[in-house]
């Protein structure tokens, strides 16, 4: 029975997977070295879907960015997981060495995907990237969730702050906490406003603000089955409580995770 060869002299397997102690044999340059402002490694497609890109350095400062393009000549920022963190990013800064560092780039649909120093100020970084036909489930990942809380002063406004992302990049909010507690009778016939901003509407809540010496009051407790995506990339997104009253304190907690 005849045998087929691919253009490296490896046994052409079709579809039959490999196995154990099973080698390949392969002259192609497998990584390439950046060393100056705007410097990239550049792979075309051709109908792969994801693209591993695997960085290291023993002395780099600066910052890589992921890019693609679909025409081939305008680049924008192409969704990539950091494999060691299983974190979404869309660039990544080096400061000395850098120990094996491996990103997914998602490549389904576009025809060349880059990564570029976007920054540099020393060094250089060795990159290797691999094209392949294989599903990577990099829009359904796992995101590590993160958690902020803040709290002030009696009779004080309070904002929480979830910090911008990187360029790119969204924050999605699975949930929001808000509660008061007050050391003193609070009378009050106000209605207090929680405003937010970087989210869709203009997302806020109206509470009244009478009060029980010693008591606790919840006023916002949302768990979001479909988490609300920030309106804007690269921006912070901020949860604001007016001040309500002498004896009054605020305490807000979200729970959120970055994504594209």
């Known amino acids: 029975m005849s045998i087929l060869y691919d253009a490296r002299g490896n046994e052409f397997q079709a579809s039959i997977d490999s196995i154990t102690g099973q080698t390949l044999t392969d002259s192609r340059t497998p990584t390439v070295t950046l060393g100056a402002l705007n ?30 393009t679909i025409d081939g000549t305008n680049y924008v920022n192409v969704p990539t997981i950091n494999i060691n963190t299983n974190a979404f990013v869309s660039l ?22 880059r990564v570029r120093v976007s920054v ?25 969730v993160q958690a902020i809380s803040v709290t002030g002063a009696a009779a004080a406004a309070v904002t929480l702050t979830i910090p911008a992302p990187p360029a790119g990049l969204f924050n999605y909010i699975t949930s929001i906490d808000i509660t008061r507690n007050a050391t003193a009778a609070l009378a009050g016939t106000a209605t207090l406003v929680i405003t937010t901003t970087n989210l869709p509407g203009t997302l806020a809540w109206s509470v009244g603000n ?26 912070a997104t901020t949860i604001v409580c007016p001040a309500a009253g002498a004896a009054v304190l605020w305490r807000v907690n979200a729970n959120y995770y970055i994504a594209p």
Not at 48 to 64: H, L, N, Q
Not at 120 to 144: C, E, H, K, W
Not at 210 to 235: E, H, L, R, W, Y
């Open 39 to 68: 410097a990239e490694a550049l792979i075309d497609i051709q109908g792969k879907a994801v693209v591993m890109v695997d960085a290291r350095s023993a002395a780099f400062t600066g910052t890589i960015v992921f890019e693609g």
């Open 210 to 235: 009478a009060m029980n010496a010693g008591g606790t009051q919840v006023d916002v407790n949302k768990d979001f089955t479909q988490p609300i995506k920030s309106t804007t990339a690269a921006t």
């Open 120 to 144: 540099y100020t020393s060094g250089n970084i060795t990159l290797a990237q691999r094209g392949s036909t294989a599903d990577f489930l990099i829009s359904n990942v796992f995101m590590p």
């Open 92 to 113: 990544f800064a080096g400061a000395g060495a850098v120990a094996g560092t491996v990103f997914a780039m998602t490549a389904t649909g576009f025809r060349r995907l």
